[in-house]
T-cell receptor, first 116, second 111 residues
Framework: EAGVVQSPRYKIIEKKQPVAFWCNPISGHNTLYWYLQNLGQGPELLIRYENEEAVDDSQLPKDRFSAERLKGVDSTLKIQPAELGDSAVYLC??????????????FGPGTRLTVL | DAKTTQPTSMDCAEGRAANLPCNHSTISGNEYVYWYRQIHSQGPQYIIHGLKNNETNEMASLIITEDRKSSTLILPHATLRDTAVYYCIVRVATNAGKSTFGDGTTLTVKP
């Protein structure tokens, strides 16, 4: 079974440039999460999708960050414009919704963003 | 979701049991204890979760105290590949439960 796929794995951009990250969750997983992880810290939730609907985006900085999950499968996270402080690892995770799925989240390898 | 407290770092000798503690004194009745680990340059990996009974799987054992205010993750025979950051999270066992990761415990397994 294929895991969560993310691309690119690494991205280096200059500040004020736009950047986009792509995530393909595990087949059949309804719920998709985007996390941000700063160096030496645990992941922090940015947004959670149930199918196509963003059900928790309270931690997403909406002035520069946007996300979409068209057709309830793949998702894209965008930053425009990027700032120096956005340098971090962006993690995507997915899980299976059910009466009691256990709620385990399966994470991708992440995209390491460096803003110069 | 309840907050957890974990030691910043721990060492363990290869082949010995690694016991990682977690305090979660404000856990609610419907919240489970989850453990994840993150090996360098990889995404977090689910290990185990439980409500109040002890749980065991092929990776680890989870011991939860009777009052549920603390738990211990046990890796019975640690290997060098178990060197990672281990996160203890308490949350409801549905997709609506928000996984609030702290800074975790860095476990270093030494030869």
């Amino acid at each position: 079974e294929a895991g969560v796929v993310q691309s690119p794995r690494y991205k280096i951009i200059e500040k004020k440039q736009p950047v986009a990250f792509w995530c393909n969750p595990i087949s059949g997983h309804n719920t998709l999460y985007w996390y941000l992880q700063n160096l030496g810290q645990g992941p922090e939730l940015l947004i959670r999708y149930e199918n196509e609907e963003a059900v928790d985006d309270s931690q997403l900085p909406k002035d520069r960050f946007s996300a979409e999950r068209l057709k309830g499968v793949d998702s894209t996270l965008k930053i425009q414009p990027a700032e120096l402080g956005d340098s971090a690892v962006y993690l995507c995770a997915s899980s299976l919704r059910g009466s009691f799925s256990g709620g385990e989240q399966f994470f991708g390898p992440g995209t390491r963003l460096t803003v110069l | 979701d309840a907050k957890t407290t974990q030691p910043t770092s721990m060492d363990c000798a290869e082949g010995r049991a690694a016991n990682l503690p977690c305090n979660h004194s404000t856990i609610s009745g419907n919240e489970y204890v989850y453990w994840y680990r993150q090996i360098h340059s990889q995404g977090p990996q689910y290990i185990i979760h439980g409500l109040k009974n002890n749980e065991t799987n092929e990776m680890a054992s989870l011991i939860i105290t009777e009052d549920r205010k603390s738990s211990t993750l046990i890796l019975p025979h640690a290997t060098l590949r178990d060197t990672a950051v281990y996160y203890c999270i308490v949350r409801v066992a549905t997709n609506a439960g928000k996984s609030t990761f702290g800074d975790g415990t860095t476990l270093t397994v030494k030869p």
